[in-house]
């Protein structure tokens, strides 16, 4: 028994000295844990909002004017013989046909000379010679025209005219002898059968000038053709006509104008040129009183995931971060971010101690974070929240470091990660409004023209190759069709 407690005792005592000659005990846990597994979740294709490009159309009402002037030159009607009424008429026009349009109207005004001969016959009696004898007369009128101005499903230009004429203070008559005979009854039948050849003529003729479905057709082509916006970027504007719009004929500035809105989906890539089949369908024309050339344009902003890694790697590695009152602290040496499904895995390979008493504990190796990601607007960086740690590193540290496993840490963390995209976009809206202030030709017939107002945010992608940041930048957009 006195044995017993002699050794005890100098356990005792060597344990004592020992304590005394040493700062305290130490152990290190590795934290042996294993990387998730690096994927993306399926995205669905983004879709920007729709977005009306309008096509300004105007036809210059003194080029319609030249075209008739040159149609309706000479003699309009001419009836030269006297057998039958005795009357021959010849109508010829007299200067130049003039046009004048309000709102989606037309007004026509065409002067004309009217040239008339009458014949005076008389029989008195079988053996009396016979009186004929002829007189010729001339005068001025203008008959005025109106045409009222549709459009069909099919984009056809429909126009309805209408004419009439009047005669001056006194209608015209032609003395012949003794007799005075009115000639408006003659003319006037002669004038409405000519008024309505000239009112489908002239239907026609504005048909012609206005053929909507051939500016239609090649808008809705070349807008499809994807347009380069810049080299260095490898930035492309693509455009994807969903339907057509077309205002009312309004008369501006001489010219009879309208404007047609192709709803699309605009978007700006820089992944190279985008893949596209042109669709040559053209859908039925809808008409709309409010038409816009407010548009959106999916801008995208990516980041790869070494460059991610960078970020982070400069963000936190050689920090050391400290908990309880600095009892215990974790320094950073290393840091990389790669995809997890919908989430960003951030790695962290730390070293890192807790102190209790007199016992110091260490751990060291390679803790996994989960985030999601998500676009902070008023700083413009991509953000992470709802940090937590991987499933296989909360059960490695509540093992090894449970007082690391806290939300402290992550709280810390979540604070200090972002990448900033505000670079990126602020090139994409440089580069964008460049392209619009100068009315890019961006195809031999097309000229765009437009203004970029402001960038809102959309979502946040990941890809295989990075994060992409999705914003949508509002303003509006003119397509000119110039040369066709």
Known sequence: ?????????????FAATLSLSLPGCSGTSNLNT????????????????????????????????????????????????????????????????SIRADKDKI???????????????????????????????????????????????????????????????????????????????FVEPKMHEQMALMGKLLDKELQNHLNMRKYVVNAWQLIQEPVKLDDGLDAWLNIVPQDVRIAPFQVKNGNLSTRIGITSFISVSTDGKPQIQVNKNLPKLLIDNRLSDDIQIGLTANIPYEHASKLLQEQVAGQTYKFDGDKSQLTVKNATISPGGQQLIMMLDVDGKTKAGLFT?????????????????????????????????????????????????????????NFPVQGQLTEAKKMLQKNLDQSARVHESVLLRGSIKDIVPENIYLTPAGIKAVITANGNLTATIDKL
């Open 1 to 13: 028994m006195k044995k017993l407690i002699s050794q005890t005792a100098a356990s005792l005592l």
């Open 361 to 417: 504990k260490k751990i060291a190796g390679k803790i996994y974070l989960r985030g999601t990601p998500y676009y902070d607007a008023q700083s413009a960086t991509i953000k992470v929240r709802d940090i937590d740690y991987d499933l296989d590193t909360k059960d490695k540290l509540l093992s090894a470091a449970s007082w690391l496993a806290k939300d402290k840490f992550k709280e810390m963390i979540q604070a200090q990660v």
């Open 107 to 185: 007004y026509f005004s065409v002067p004309l000379h009217i040239y008339a001969k009458g014949r005076w016959k008389w029989d008195p009696c079988k053996l009396c010679p016979t009186i004929d004898k002829t007189e010729d007369t001339a005068f001025d009128m203008v008959i005025n025209t109106e045409s009222r101005f549709g459009i069909t499903e099919d984009y056809s230009i429909k126009t309805i005219t209408s004419t009439d004429f009047e005669w001056g203070n006194t209608k015209p008559t032609l003395q012949l002898g003794p007799l005075k005979i009115g000639l408006a009854r």
């Open 34 to 97: 294993e990387a998730p597994v690096s994927s993306v979740a399926a995205t669905p294709a983004y879709q920007p909002r729709l977005s009306s490009v309008s096509v300004p159309v105007s036809v210059s009402i003194s080029a319609i004017e030249e075209r008739l002037n040159k149609e309706f030159a000479g003699v309009l009607y001419k009836d030269d013989k006297l057998e039958g009424d005795n009357v021959a008429v010849t109508v010829s026009k007299n200067g130049r046909l």
